[in-house]
């Protein structure tokens, strides 16, 4: 059975066209998504993510638990509100790309995945007599993604206080809510994560439409977002975030930390980097060709496999399909802008390779 977002009725009501997304149903797009486009490369655009799934881990041992089984230093929650993570198996493959928020003193997990029990069997999986509870919290917030040029200077109407690039997080008080917006520094346009409690949604979220509106912004459904997260080389769960790939093939390494003390698969990723044992790196790959069949596909150079492309969008402002994929490392270290083809199966069409954006 498909599930719903909270705010199904409001996207609705705001024109949506959905999609079925890993068993959700989510807007596609309202309309016109030449206009979503413009919203994210020349103002702001409002995207609604509440399907990732969110978990609440509370007790004393939560951060000596989550450094342990992850990627990143999780100390630094200690002076900041937010940090970035990655699960890896212990060959270092990546089961999942998280944000952890702290809150008073419980820490909520925001995951790359839709489905919450993937992520809660993980955690499950290694806690032995630690002081942690684990709670599935996904239907209790609502998660969007603010994204675009004017974002911060959108943020800054809403606060009445000018947002700088370095401030990770902003504090918008509105209906008697206070509620975060946690800078993201994924995307090659300024983005942010604005979390708020499912029982205010609806009004504080038309409240953001309305003053985004006059902002000429507006909200964007999954179609624009697709083409902006693969124009800024952000891997997804499922496609580029899966255990066939570790975080140094992603171009991840802003979420792992190579002087922390020992975690799950650490050995692997630290080796990968001390020997240059990486095999293949992701890339941006442009294709001119409308592609009308499910990724993924082989990538060629000449007769030579090189690579595999692992999603795709196509983008009706420059006329193009554009991707991601694993392209070996001999090829993917410098922007030679090299032309090759991608095989969709009854034909190959010509591509050109290109490094995502440094973030």
């Known amino acids: 059975m498909q599930k719903k977002l909270i705010l199904h009725d409001f996207h609705s009501a705001c024109g949506a066209q959905f999609i079925s997304n890993r068993n959700w149903q989510i807007p596609a797009n309202y309309g016109d998504v030449n206009s979503e486009l413009r919203y994210v490369r020349d103002s702001a655009g409002l995207l609604d993510q509440s399907y990732l799934a969110k978990m609440n881990l509370n007790g004393k041992d939560t951060i000596d ?14 002076m900041n509100p937010m940090c970035d993570t990655i699960f890896v198996t212990p060959k270092g493959r990546i089961v999942d790309y998280c944000r952890v928020i702290k809150r008073d003193s419980a820490y909520t997990v925001i995951s790359s995945n839709v489905d919450g029990m993937y992520l809660m069997d993980w955690l499950n999986r290694f806690l032995i007599l630690e002081d942690i509870k684990i709670k599935d919290v996904s239907s209790q917030y609502i998660w969007l993604l603010l994204i675009g040029p004017r974002s911060r200077v959108f943020l800054g109407s809403l606060t009445g ?3 700088a690039p370095e401030d990770e997080i902003i504090w918008i008080n509105t209906f008697d809510v206070v509620i975060p917006a946690f800078a993201n520094n994924h995307f090659c346009a300024p983005a942010y994560n604005i979390w708020m409690p499912a029982d205010r949604s609806v009004e504080i979220l038309e409240w953001l439409r309305k003053r985004l509106n006059a902002f000429e912004g507006g909200m ?6 697709q083409i902006t997260r693969i124009e800024s080389g952000m891997p997804d769960w499922g496609t580029e975030l899966t255990e066939d790939y570790n975080p140094h093939e992603a171009r991840l390494l802003k979420a792992v930390s190579f002087t922390k003390g020992c975690y799950t698969g650490q050995e692997v990723i630290a080796r990968l980097d001390a020997y240059d044992k990486v095999q293949k790196y992701l890339m941006i790959i442009e294709m001119q060709d409308i592609i009308d069949v499910s990724a993924p596909f082989d990538v060629y150079l000449d007769d030579e496999k090189i690579g595999v492309l692992t999603s795709f969008a196509f ?4 006329n193009r399909s554009v991707g991601l994929g694993y392209i070996k490392k001999m090829y993917a270290r410098d922007d030679y802008k090299l032309k090759v083809e991608v095989d969709v199966g009854d034909r190959r069409i010509a591509a050109v390779l290109r490094l995502p954006p440094v973030l």
Do not use: W
């Not at 638990?65 to 200690?78: C, E, P, Q, V, Y």
């Not at 964007?220 to 977002?225: D, K, L, M, P, V």
């Open 65 to 78: 638990f989550i450094n342990r089984i992850s990627t990143n230093d999780m100390t630094k929650l200690i």
């Open 161 to 163: 206080q000018p947002v």
């Open 220 to 225: 964007i459904g999954n179609t624009a977002f």
């Open 315 to 318: 983008d009706p402002l420059e």
